[in-house]
């Protein structure tokens, strides 16, 4: 593929989007496959949240400069401002798609609102899939003993 791409016969910038969307797309297949387990539901909600913010930068997560400065990273807004750094680009001030970036300052990382609604969905599947595992095994305890 570098060869194809080096040799002008390959964009680039319309194969990485066009791969994002593919990853985009599996991604929302399994979670569709899945949202049996109720965790997965908030993954789903955070997971939509993020690709539509993405969606709405044109392929990059949005960072806030504030959220940014709160996190102690103030050196990453002029970087962003020019040309984001392939995976974030810093949020418009005006724009009220903003606020579904990252905007969620931490200890030298920001994160956003679908991050933690991921996070936590992922939590509760882990945990609804214990107690069926653990289910389970009693059950299979009860029928042999």
């Known amino acids: ?60 997560m949005p960072v806030t400069a504030a959220a940014l400065r709160r996190a102690g990273i103030p050196r990453a807004i002029p970087i962003l401002a020019q040309r984001g750094d392939g995976l974030h680009v810093l949020a418009r001030p005006d724009d009220p798609l903003r606020y579904i970036g990252d905007v969620i300052p931490l200890t030298h990382q920001v994160i956003s609102v679908g991050d933690v609604l991921i996070g936590l969905g992922v939590a509760l599947a882990t945990y609804e899939l214990g107690r069926q595992g653990r289910r389970r095994r009693i059950g299979a305890v009860k029928r042999d003993g």
């Open 1 to 60: 593929m570098r060869r194809l791409a080096l040799a002008g016969r390959l964009d680039p910038a319309t194969w990485g989007r066009g791969l994002e969307l593919l990853a985009l797309g599996l991604v929302a297949y399994g979670l569709a496959k899945n949202l049996h387990l109720r965790g997965l539901w908030l993954v789903a909600a955070g997971f939509a949240l993020n690709t539509l913010a993405i969606l709405a930068y044109g392929g990059q």
